[in-house]
């Protein structure tokens, strides 16, 4: 378990406590603390006939001897090249993510607490997880591609991995929200040259041009992002179904006024649908454990 502790920053004194305290009277906020509490939501928007996102949540706890940290994997690929395509693709990008980090990292913490000490750093592991990814695209869907944004979660710390336009975003307690991922777009890479201004973005007609997106051949360029979400803060995920029809005030509005992440998702879409719906929309919300 010492890579655990170590990867949590977490104290022995605070492990050892955790086996000797009692039971705490107070089952309701031990569950809080030991809990990530995940909503998502995916729809196929106002005009769209079918749904190119996909999204992969998978959330696990152990709580006895050698209890493991709170673990989840979040994944939202939004796929392209048409109709079959970009399902197809977007698809098998997040199953084959979520097959390998959890073949390679979880399943081998969770058997033998032995080998945990062999695990590679976790933003080596996604980069790898998306090079498989990539090379299963180009074999099974030649011509179809899709963003892909992974989120790794233990407590409050995430190893973010990132391709393409999707995002992820900190929302603090104070309500500020903060871009953690860079969109792989053409629009965004002229705002970089100063060729293009971000408002004259928002309607330029190749603004859904991406130069960089899973499926392509060759070897994919990942970047990766290790994030501590903020205390009573949240991360949210979601393609640009959202993020490009609802402005950034609304949706810190809606995430901080619902009762939690699934009532928040659902408001999102919804917020996006009253929009226009011109794209297909998703949401991934994530709070850590108190604590």
Known sequence: MQFLRNLLGLDERFTDQAKEEPLSPEPAVRENQLKLKVGWNTN??????????AVLVFTASHDGDEMLPPFGLFILA?????????????SLAARTVGNYVIQHFYLPILISQDRDT??????????????????????????????LTC??????????????????YTIAKDGTLTQITQDH????????????????????????????????EGI????????????????????DGLW????????????????????????????????????????????????
């Open 78 to 90: 939004d796929g392209m090249g048409g109709h079959q395509s970009g399902e197809v693709a977007s």
């Open 151 to 168: 989120a790794l979660a233990f407590g409050s710390r995430v190893y973010i991995a990132h391709v393409g336009d999707s995002r992820a």
């Open 244 to 291: 490009g029809l609802v402005n950034e005030e609304k949706i810190v509005t809606i995430i901080m006024e619902a009762a939690d992440p699934q009532e928040a998702c659902d408001q999102l879409v919804a917020a996006a649908n009253r929009a226009g719906g011109r794209d297909n929309i998703t949401a991934i919300l994530l709070e850590p454990p108190l604590g």
């Open 44 to 53: 196929t928007g106002s005009v769209r006939r079918s749904n190119e996102d």
């Open 220 to 239: 994919l360029e990942v970047d990766t992002y290790t994030q501590a979400i903020p205390e009573e803060g949240r991360l949210l995920l979601c393609s």
């Open 185 to 216: 777009s053409l629009v965004d890479r002229l705002i970089e040259l100063g060729q293009l201004s971000p408002a004259e973005a928002l309607n330029h007609p190749q603004k859904n041009v991406l130069y960089r997106a899973v499926g392509q």
């Open 118 to 147: 062999a695990q590679p750093a976790l933003n080596e592991l996604l980069v790898n997880a998306f090079q498989a990814a990539n090379r299963a695209l180009a074999k099974q869907v030649p011509g179809g591609g899709t963003t």
